[in-house]
């Protein structure tokens, strides 16, 4: 079902996907149920979804302008888009990825499934051939964890043409359909974890495509359907909670990231700051113009060694120590400890920015960059 947003985005995502008829509660309510009598529009849920599931895709759906499929996770959502691949595929991905994707893309390739293209997502004019070459294109804006921000507008630009059947799928997991809306400008489906922004409480795992078509939003939910990637029912009911206030927790955890870019690029036990907002961020022009925001992620490197790295994440108290992110909590992680060393600084720093107050994040940050302050 596509419902269409009539609203600006912070009112659609407490507006969409409500019930409507006279007596109905206000909220969709959490079905749990795998069943249903004959005879109705739904039969079974792994294959139906039921009315929750259903709520969860409309309003996600509505926010980005295409047809909502819920997964029971991002990986799950990931799985079901190179499920549409025939053998002997191309696919385009970038090298600052999520690892997992990454993982999922190389195994395939290693057993012969498909090949893949690593291509550096700032160098625009790689991409821009890739949707003529490749089967499907695979874009994460911005990355995880470097920060960089792709050129869609350029890169889905329809007078390049595009292969035959060709996908371009974007993660916008770290952008939420509120700074960015990639069918918008050309993109073929959208993921997202929805354990992170969407959900927002760090106590759910769930995913979201969203398709530009009718035939692919079909061809998709076929997949959910046989690989029984249905969410859960408190997962989906939880997704729901959260997604209302998602405008309301972005705009606090932006404008808190914003303040603690600047603050901590200005430390001098910091030694870079990568931070799409900051004018020296190597996709700070592409992000002015292709986001509606420059989101509530950071990645910072501290002066030192990576066991100096673990110390400062050990000697935070109000932000917290832990993997994932988009959550009200802050949240920070030594990410080559979760991804090996690969591309990334052994001092990189992921800092997820919450919802406290920014006195508090900055007067913990500083408290552990001087407890383990290097010379
Ligand atoms: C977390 C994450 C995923 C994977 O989602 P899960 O819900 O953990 O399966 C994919 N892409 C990005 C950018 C992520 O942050």
Redesign the pocket.
């Known amino acids: 079902m596509k419902e269409t947003r009539r609203l600006q985005p912070d009112s659609w995502v407490i507006a969409g996907g409500r019930p409507n008829a006279p007596g109905s509660p206000l909220n969709t309510p959490l079905i749990s149920a795998s069943n249903f009598l004959h005879g109705g529009e739904q039969c079974y849920s792994r294959e139906d979804g039921t009315e929750t599931v259903r709520a969860l895709e409309s309003v996600v759906g509505g926010m980005e302008g295409g047809h909502g499929i819920a997964f ?7 799985a079901a888009v190179l499920h549409t691949l025939g053998s002997g595929s191309e696919i385009a991905l970038p090298h600052d ?2 690892h ?2 990454v993982s999922l893309v190389m195994e395939g390739e290693a057993k012969g499934l498909w090949t893949a293209r690593r291509l550096d997502l700032a160098d625009t004019k790689a991409w821009e051939l890739a949707v003529t070459e490749c089967d499907l294109v695979w874009i ?1 804006s911005p ?2 964890p470097l920060l960089v921000v792709a050129d869609l507008p350029a890169i889905c630009d329809p007078s390049h043409g595009r292969k035959a059947g060709a996908l371009v799928c974007v ?4 952008a939420t359909p509120l700074l960015q809306r990639p069918l918008a400008v050309g993109a073929d489906v959208v ?6 922004y969407l959900g927002g409480h760090s106590d759910l ?3 979201m495509l969203i398709t530009a078509t009718e035939d692919l939003r079909d061809q998709l939910m076929h997949t959910r359907t046989l690989t029984g990637a249905v969410p859960g029912a408190l997962e989906t009911f939880l997704a729901l909670r959260g997604v209302r206030t998602v405008a309301l927790r972005l705009e606090k955890s932006q404008t808190n990231a914003g303040a603690l870019a600047q603050l901590l690029i200005a430390h001098h036990q910091v030694s870079a700051v990568r931070y799409p907002g900051l004018a020296a961020h190597p996709s700070h022009e592409v992000a002015a113009r292709v986001l509606d925001g420059f989101g509530s992620m950071i990645s910072f490197e501290v002066k030192g060694s990576g066991e100096r790295a673990d110390r400062l994440c050990a000697a935070l108290r109000l932000v917290r120590h832990a993997t ?3 959550g009200v909590e802050s949240t920070i992680e030594r990410r080559s400890t979760i991804e090996g060393q690969g591309h990334l600084p052994p001092t990189l720093l992921r800092l997820s920015v919450g919802c406290e107050n920014l006195k508090d994040l900055w007067d913990d940050l500083e408290q552990a960059l001087s407890a383990t302050a290097t010379s």
């Not at 029971?72 to 990931?78: H, K, Q």
């Not at 993660?171 to 770290?174: N, Q, R």
């Not at 993921?191 to 992170?196: A, G, L, R, Y």
Request: proline share 0%; aromatic share 6%; charged share 10%.
């Open positions: 029971s996770s991002g990986m799950a959502a990931a990825c999520y997992g994707v994460e990355s995880n993660d916008s997991t770290f993921m997202h974890s929805v354990t992170k795992l769930g995913g994932s992110l988009g």
